[in-house]
């Protein structure tokens, strides 16, 4: 199935990270304690409630605009390199599609692959 959406319609995509990620926090933070100080999930459940509220001011972001405030959030923080990896994809995406007025999932998964 290779549904379109409008890059407005996209901000939907950006909302069921920004909620994935805040209801992982607990499952990050554990998996980081194994190989890391364990403190992944806390500081990505900061960055993307910060990313929340930024958004919250903006209620018709698209999902460029979202993945642009997303990413300018986690640069802004102290970070990890979760900070790094998102900035690469959100700008994998971007590239692919910043003139695109038409989305859908395989070109989000292209974006995501070639953000290297």
């Known amino acids: ?12 995509v950006v909302d069921a990270i920004i909620s994935t990620i805040k209801v992982s926090k607990g499952y990050l933070t554990e998996v980081d304690s194994h190989g890391g100080d364990g403190d992944h ?14 958004l919250d001011k903006q209620p018709d972001y698209t999902m460029s605009e979202g ?3 997303i990413s300018q959030v986690l640069m802004r923080l102290d970070g ?12 994998g995406i971007q590239r692919e599609r910043k003139d695109q007025q038409r989305n ?13």
């Open 67 to 69: 993945l642009k405030v």
């Open 80 to 91: 990890t390199i979760i900070r790094k990896f998102l900035q690469r994809t959100k700008c």
């Open 1 to 12: 199935m290779n549904a379109e959406f409008s890059n407005q319609a996209g901000s939907r």
């Open 104 to 116: 859908n999932a395989e070109y989000v998964e292209e974006g995501v692959s070639k953000s290297g």
């Open 41 to 54: 999930g806390i500081n990505m459940n900061k960055g993307f409630t910060i990313a929340r509220e930024e």
